[in-house]
């Protein structure tokens, strides 16, 4: 999906990251990061969305707005110590938290537990599976509201 949303032919495994990084390693990924066509888009003041049956970090829908050296890399818990130690972001950080100039209008999938912290139950159940204890579902609300 890489090569569809930036035009580039990438590795296997990478999202949105050029060949010379290597796959699951933070830093090679530094300043290897391409610009896909949702960047684009917004550059020129244009909505733009992603739509997906799958997860919505799925490496499929993630390749257009995410920049990553792991597809795995979904949520906080799925990131490697190298990851962390580099500050690399997971993929629903990176869908939630991109600046406001740079940010989705829609974004409809699954997926969920990625978002919410692994505190979250669904009966007896852990449905949330982020370490860090964000809620990204309502850092996307309050991201909404004052961009209003």
Known sequence: MTAIATGVKSKAGVLSVSDTALRGNCLSSK???LVTLVDLANAKGLSTGVVSTARITH???AATYANSPERNWEADSNLTAEAVANECKDIAYQIVMRDQDNALSVALGGG???FLPNTV???ENKTGRRKDG???TQAWVENYENAA
Do not use: K
């Open 112 to 114: 969920r537990r990625a």
């Open 121 to 123: 139950t669904d009966g």
């Open 134 to 136: 964000m809620d990204l």
């Open 59 to 61: 490496a499929t829908p």
């Open 31 to 33: 300043g290897n990061e």
